[in-house]
């Protein structure tokens, strides 16, 4: 198993940057890919941004890109989120996701850190 924590939400105005960390304990050698979703009020969850730790891939969903940058420390068996130009739409509860090792689901995820965009 795979224990996902995040951190680094919080009530930010438009145009500021906050930066979510997602520490990853247990069997984390197992995981192949970790990525970020969010769901916002009255919607599914979404895709929001993606890193393969064998080469460093990133994914994300275009509406964060330029915004947002997701990076990963292996080492630390850490993924970060760094948001910035923040919109009141990217208001939503952030979850830290993982995928095994040759698996395309996401199996693991982490209890989600809520991001509060003012205007």
């Known amino acids: 198993q795979v224990q996902l924590v995040e951190s680094g939400g919080g009530l930010v105005q438009a145009g500021g940057s906050l930066r979510l960390s997602c520490a990853a304990s247990g069997r984390t050698f197992s995981t192949s890919r970790m990525g970020w979703f969010r769901r916002a009020p009255g919607k599914e969850r979404e895709f929001v941004a993606s890193?393969?730790?064998?080469?460093?891939?990133?994914y994300s969903t275009d509406s964060v890109k330029g915004r947002f940058t997701i990076s990963g420390d292996n080492a630390k068996n850490a993924v970060y989120l760094q948001m910035n130009s923040l919109k009141p739409e990217d208001t939503a509860v952030y979850y830290c996701?993982?995928?095994?090792?040759?698996?395309?689901?996401?199996?693991?995820w982490g209890q989600g850190t809520q991001v509060t965009v003012s205007s």
């Open positions: 996701a993982a995928a095994r090792l040759g698996s395309a689901v996401w199996s693991y």
């Open positions: 890193i393969i730790w064998s080469g460093g891939s990133t």
